[in-house]
């Protein structure tokens, strides 16, 4: 095998330590040539979809793929923007801000990009770019609260085929989860208070999560317990009672059992006895997509206003805002202070300190 090496590899550099946060992904355009192409890498990952690998061939070649692609460019189409998928910008505009913040706070050898578990710019393109940078120390954080093998696991998937190509391996953190740090939970119950400053308090708050089969929870997945633990965590800092929150999953696929409750299902059933207002936030997402933006906001909204509600609000994502790149920076700031101020760093910086003063 042939590795890949840095050809801008000096012996006489100073070592940087590289920050990448990640996301899902999103298709190039809302086009189905493009859905078709974004669809196909992201059903095809056996840790999104755990069936027999030649059944499923055939069920995503002969029928999804041929389906599924023009009805989400419909879909994609009613979010896209002038500045492209929602999730792309916003992400964008998350490493810009952490960028700034970080190197704020520990100079300018510190590298922060972004990439996408599918689509484009793909992990392994963004790592080689970090490597030619001269980053030696690689802290991973996908922008995944709550741990799930289908995004957590399937970044470090992504990850690991990276760096198995390269000839020089950066030590590597690799962050699991994130679902009860204190400045996250911060974050959100203080963008849910902002929103009930402007807009009044719903009867209900509902924190909708997206949903995984049920088979993946009895075979060991902590995601449906992490978001429950999200969930009581914001309440507890709302002062919220046990009557006046719901935790809920959303975007089922497939017919087999997905994790309840089910948010569409309990949207109409809360109509159906009463309740007249409700507010949805998204705990689990870190930036608004096709999924918060179209179906939470409006498909969800359609569900509960024609089953007899009256109001119904969708509180945005987190995405860039300062308290959310302050709550990321905190998450990071464990791992970066024991790499950036490592004895062997420190020593290194001195070691090349003294040299290019010989030089000279």
């Keep these: 095998m042939k590795y890949q090496g840095n050809s801008a590899f000096s012996h006489k550099q100073i070592d940087k330590v590289g920050v990448l946060i990640t996301n ?36 995503l070649n002969l ?52 990439a996408m578990r599918y689509g484009s710019p793909s992990i392994d393109s963004v790592i080689d770019k970090m490597l030619q940078q001269g980053v030696r120390k690689l802290v991973v954080l996908p922008l995944y609260p709550q741990y799930c093998a289908s995004t957590t696991a399937s970044t470090f998937d992504a990850v690991a085929a990276s760096l198995g190509k390269k000839r020089w391996m950066p030590e590597l953190q690799f962050i699991t989860h994130y679902h009860d740090q204190a400045d996250y939970i911060q974050a959100v119950a203080d963008k849910i208070r902002a929103h009930w400053q402007q807009n009044g308090q719903a009867e209900k708050l509902i924190f909708s999560y997206h949903g995984i089969p049920k088979r993946y ?16 965590l914001i309440a507890e800092n709302l002062g919220l009672a046990k009557d006046q929150h719901f935790t809920s999953f959303q975007s089922r696929f497939g017919r087999e059992e997905w994790l309840k409750p089910y948010t569409d299902f309990s949207l109409k059933q809360f109509a159906a006895e009463g309740v007249k207002s409700v507010q949805v936030v998204c ?15 409006v498909e969800n909204r359609d569900y509960f206003l024609n089953a007899g509600g009256e109001s119904y609000q969708y509180i945005e994502a987190l995405n860039a805002e300062p308290a959310h790149i302050d709550a990321m920076a905190q998450i990071l700031q464990p791992y970066l202070a024991n790499m950036i101020n490592s004895p062997q760093n420190l020593a290194q910086r001195e070691k090349l300190a003294k040299s290019l003063g010989a030089e000279k």
């Design 24 to 59: 899902l992904g999103t298709p190039d355009a809302p086009k189905r040539k493009q859905l078709r192409a974004y669809l196909k890498e992201f059903l095809s990952d056996p840790r999104v979809v755990e069936v027999p690998r030649l059944i499923w061939w055939f069920i």
């Design 63 to 114: 029928v999804i793929l041929n389906i599924r692609p023009s009805r989400s460019a419909k879909a994609y189409a009613t979010v896209w923007t002038e500045r492209g998928s929602p999730l792309m910008f916003h992400t964008q505009d998350q490493a810009v801000d952490l960028r700034e913040k970080l190197q704020q706070i520990h100079g300018d050898n510190i590298v922060v990009e972004f």
């Design 217 to 232: 929870l009895t075979n060991g997945d902590p995601y449906h317990c992490e978001c429950y633990k999200t969930s009581r």
């Design 283 to 297: 705990p689990g997402f870190s930036a608004d997509c096709l999924e918060t933006i179209e179906e939470v906001a």
